[in-house]
């Protein structure tokens, strides 16, 4: 009779055991969905940013729109302008050290 019982609490752990696993196992079956569904989701959104490039670098090579230099200065200044340039940051300067 006293081995009977403990089967039956045995019986009634491994019982109880099982549920645990099969709770665990149909929350990690859910997991796994809800990951495959985000996964299919970022490779959508990877194609559409793959594609935005594709077509911004296909506007940014395109021949059709002219390319826009900056003018390269090629004049010197003139001596005279730059004593003068010369003569007004020394009276800045003079300036500035007189006011502090």
Do not use: G
Request: glycine share 0%; net charge negative; charged share 35%.
């Amino acid at each position: 009779m006293l081995s009977l019982k403990l089967i039956n609490v045995e019986n009634a752990k491994i019982k109880q055991t099982l549920k645990d696993y099969e709770a665990r196992f149909a929350n990690l079956e859910h997991k796994d969905e809800e990951k495959a569904i985000h996964i299919a989701k970022l490779d959508d959104e990877i194609k559409e940013i793959k594609q935005s490039s594709t077509n911004t670098s296909y506007i940014e090579n395109s021949d059709s729109i002219p390319e826009q230099c900056q003018p390269i200065r090629t004049e010197t200044k003139l001596l005279e302008d730059k004593e003068t340039d010369n003569f007004l940051d020394e009276a800045y300067r003079k300036n500035i050290s007189v006011i502090k």
